[in-house]
């Protein structure tokens, strides 16, 4: 018994690395990388230009930049048209005076 427990630990070690990975795209190659960072440039970030307080802010305005000049789609879905506030449904004022009003 103890050895089967042992299999089945080594087991799922093992197998473990071959379901974890992130990616299942090929790798991107140097040319790839080089024409997106020249891509990236003309939409007005520039690399290592030391203004690291707006680092992130910077490069996903021009990403958006590029992807807009590119007519590519945002992959992460839709503009959501609602309102709501922190997971509360919205209350409509007659709802809501109907709901806290004393007679």
Do not use: C
């Not at 990388?33 to 021009?62: F, I, K, S, W």
């Amino acid at each position: 018994m103890k050895s089967m427990i042992q299999a089945v630990v080594v087991a799922v070690a093992l197998a473990a690395p071959v379901v974890s990975f992130a990616q299942s795209n090929s790798p991107v190659t140097r040319a790839q990388v080089r024409a997106e960072l020249l891509q990236l440039e003309q939409a007005g970030y520039h690399v290592g230009d030391g203004d690291n307080a707006h680092y992130p802010e910077a490069l996903q305005a021009a990403e958006a930049r590029v992807a807009a000049r590119n007519g590519a789609t945002s992959g992460f879905g839709g503009v959501a048209n609602g309102s709501s506030e922190t997971s509360r449904p919205a209350v409509s004022q007659a709802d809501w005076k109907a709901m806290y009003s004393r007679p």
